[in-house]
Structure formats: C-alpha cells, structure tokens
C-alpha cells in the first residue's frame, strides 16, 4: 500500500520559514521523482518544486530563491523548506511521487500565511 504523508504545515506571519516534509511507503523511493504542489482556494493545483531520483531540481518561478527542496532516500523523506514567505503562498500543499507511469499523491497540508 502506498502511503505519502505530509506534515509541518501551519500558520505564519509574513516572512517567516517552514518546513514540510513527505514520509512515504510502498514504494522504491529512490526511483522516484518527488515533487511539491499547492492548491489555494478557488484555484487549480500548481506545481512548486520537483527533485529528480538523481538529484536535479526544478522550482517555479513564483518560489525560486525562497523554497528548497531536498530528498533523503534513507528515509524515504523529501522535504520543502520555505522561507520568506508570502500571503500568496497560502494553500494547501500536496507531496506527489511519480515513476513509471505511476503518479501518487498525499493528503496534503495547510499553510497559511498571514499579514
């Protein structure tokens, strides 16, 4: 059973940091490519940021220079680290894991930011 679990969502004013993170099972993990989505209220999921089973990494534009993405394979873990951020950025975010044809969400966490 495939299981991707996000956690460390949360409230924060303005500018402020927080770090999600994606435990997942059932799956080989380092085959996979792990990516960050968001959906904010009244619009369709975005992509945020992607880490590739070799380590190349792709960002939107709109959180190039303020979110880093990593992935620790021993733990079957990819993380977001979100720093400066946004009222924009408010949304709920979503862990995906895709390889070979198979893509697999999460139930994703709330972040509000908040003036």
């Known amino acids: 059973q495939v299981q991707l679990v996000e956690s460390g969502g949360g409230l924060v004013q303005t500018g402020g940091s927080l770090r999600l993170s994606c435990a997942t099972s059932g799956i080989i993990f380092s085959m996979n490519v792990m990516g960050w989505y968001r959906q904010a209220p009244g619009k369709q999921r975005e992509f945020v940021a992607r880490?590739?089973?070799?380590?190349?990494?792709d960002y939107a534009e709109s959180v190039k220079d303020r979110f880093t993405i990593s992935r620790d394979n021993t733990k079957n873990t990819v993380y977001l680290q979100m720093n400066n951020l946004k009222s924009e950025d408010t949304a709920v975010y979503y862990c995906s894991a895709s390889a070979y044809g198979n893509v697999y969400w999460g139930q994703g966490t709330q972040v509000t930011v908040s003036s």
């Open positions: 880490i590739f089973n070799r380590g190349s990494i």
